[in-house]
């Protein structure tokens, strides 16, 4: 592999900014000191720029198999480096859900060919594979996911023996998608009486209301109090879920930890009358005062990481009425840019983005050598320019939908380079197919 010595980066990383040279070898960080004095196959000249750590996103959904119309993981890894994540962790609802080990390995054997970012996937959960979860391995799966609310094909698990089972006995973390499907019918039917079927966007967060939310996530923490389970509760929606998790314990002793996702950092519910369906999640994005409380829980600790919950459909997909269209959108390629933004606009430093979304993701999942920039860890590094806009259109999209709810937007900063393993993918706009993503391994 090449060697490369990255000079004068403005380096952010374990709550500390510092200049320093940093030389990659073997797709390993090697040294970083104030000035180094070595040959190199690449010197790149960082002067002006802030080093981060990779983003390791710990929820994506990139489609394959079965979607492919929509995403593919060539497609979507190719979006994730141009945006400065290094490493996905993705989710089983794909088509087949990936509900055993073979459809589980299946998926890893397309990441291998095809993706340029480095990779996980969670095993699948349901009423009736028990069996199978239990045999998923701690060092090379990243968890187990468990929809506790509606989802695609056979994956709503709401059978109390097989969530016991789950929550008693899973030899991972258990990754919980959080929404009382009952609540939920309930909402539904409720505003069907009264509207008929014309429900129209702006309703979306009353019927996958905060109720929906905090009946389901109070019921996984309750779970996993009762059986001392490694819970991980993704994409908190409201300010009253953040106060089921606790603050004053170091992140690698919870057994409780939670997830933000950077939607429901960046929108409210006043957004709907201009974005519609394209603002679209499960759970669905919800007050201001909802989003400020988000935010504060991530800045106090109680939320312990930031991610995306990338999950693409097509325009036309979309483009139907509220009812029909399908909830989730891309974002994995502008989370940084977004977050920047905020950074920018003072509601967060660059060393608590980094813990965020590189350091506390690797210590919550207990990655191996990622999510910091160190000497013998693996360079997953990403340079910015804090102060070049960059606007996204259609044509500069690179995942395969081909739209994003930031379309029109100039965010304030640009991502110029994005090396994985040591390989530098993503130069100035440009993506260099040099080598492959990794399969992440977990230090358990």
């Known amino acids: 592999m090449p060697i490369?010595?990255?000079?004068?980066?403005?380096?952010?990383?374990?709550?500390?900014?510092?200049?320093?040279?940093?030389?990659?070898?073997?797709?390993?960080?090697?040294?970083?000191?104030?000035?180094?004095?070595?040959?190199?196959?690449?010197?790149?000249?960082?002067e002006g720029l802030h080093l981060f750590p990779g983003l390791i996103d710990d929820q994506v959904h990139f489609r394959e198999p079965g979607?492919?119309?929509?995403?593919?993981?060539?497609?979507?890894?190719?979006?994730?480096?141009?945006?400065?994540?290094?490493?996905?962790?993705?989710?089983?609802?794909?088509?087949?859900?990936?509900?055993?080990?073979?459809?589980?390995?299946?998926?890893?054997?397309?990441?291998?060919?095809?993706?340029?970012?480095?990779?996980?996937?969670?095993?699948?959960?349901?009423?009736?594979?028990?069996?199978?979860?239990?045999?998923?391995?701690?060092?090379?799966?990243?968890?187990?996911?468990?929809f506790m609310g509606s989802s695609t094909g056979n994956m709503l698990v709401d059978d109390e023996h097989t969530l016991e089972g789950i929550f008693a006995n899973s030899p991972v973390l258990v990754a919980t998608h959080c929404e009382d499907e009952r609540t939920i019918r309930q909402n539904t039917a409720m505003y069907k009486a009264t509207h008929g079927d014309?429900?129209?966007?702006?309703?979306?967060?009353?019927?996958?209301?905060?109720?929906?939310?905090?009946?389901?996530?109070?019921?996984a923490?309750?779970?996993?109090?009762?059986?001392?389970?490694?819970?991980?509760?993704?994409?908190?929606?409201?300010?009253?879920?953040?106060?089921?998790?606790?603050?004053?314990?170091p992140l690698a002793k919870k057994r409780i930890t939670a997830e933000a996702c950077v939607h429901h950092l960046w929108f409210s519910d006043a957004d709907y009358a201009k974005k519609g369906n394209f603002i679209k999640w499960n759970p669905a994005v919800k007050t201001a005062a909802d989003r400020e409380g988000i935010l504060q829980a991530v800045l106090d600790g109680r939320i312990d990481v930031i991610a995306t919950d990338h999950a693409p459909h097509t325009l036309a997909e979309k483009s139907q009425a509220y009812l029909q269209a399908p909830s989730g959108g891309p974002l994995v390629q502008h989370a940084l840019q977004a977050l920047l933004d905020m950074h920018h606009d003072g509601k967060l430093t660059l060393e608590q983005l980094v813990q965020k979304t590189a350091h506390d993701v690797a210590t919550c999942f207990q990655v191996d050598q990622r999510g910091f920039i160190r000497e013998g860890y693996w360079a997953d590094i990403v340079l910015v320019d804090l102060n070049k806009p960059y606007t996204v259109s259609k044509e500069n999209i690179l995942s395969k939908c081909g739209w994003s709810p930031f379309e029109g937007h100039t965010f304030k900063s640009t991502i110029t380079h994005t090396w994985v393993s040591g390989n530098l993918v993503y130069e100035q706009g440009a993506l260099l197919e040099k080598g492959s993503g990794q399969r992440l391994l977990f230090d358990r």
């Not at 090697?30 to 000249?45: C, F, G, L």
């Not at 014309?198 to 109070?218: G, K, W």
Request: charged share 25%; aromatic share 4%; proline share 3%.
């Open 198 to 219: 014309n429900l129209t966007v702006d309703m979306h967060p009353l019927i996958r209301s905060a109720e929906a939310c905090y009946i389901s996530s109070s019921r």
């Open 4 to 46: 490369t010595l990255i000079k004068a980066a403005t380096i952010v990383n374990e709550g500390r900014t510092i200049s320093a040279d940093v030389l990659i070898s073997d797709g390993r960080i090697e040294k970083i000191a104030p000035e180094i004095s070595a040959s190199a196959d690449t010197e790149v000249n960082a």
């Open 221 to 249: 923490v309750e779970l996993a109090k009762k059986h001392g389970s490694r819970l991980h509760v993704l994409h908190i929606s409201t300010a009253k879920e953040a106060d089921l998790f606790e603050k004053d314990v």
């Open 67 to 146: 979607l492919t119309h929509k995403a593919d993981i060539w497609h979507e890894s190719r979006a994730a480096v141009a945006g400065g994540t290094t490493s996905f962790m993705e989710m089983p609802n794909t088509v087949p859900n990936a509900l055993t080990q073979q459809l589980l390995q299946d998926k890893y054997d397309i990441a291998a060919d095809r993706s340029l970012a480095n990779y996980s996937f969670y095993m699948g959960a349901a009423n009736d594979n028990l069996d199978e979860v239990l045999r998923t391995s701690p060092r090379d799966v990243c968890g187990i996911k468990v």
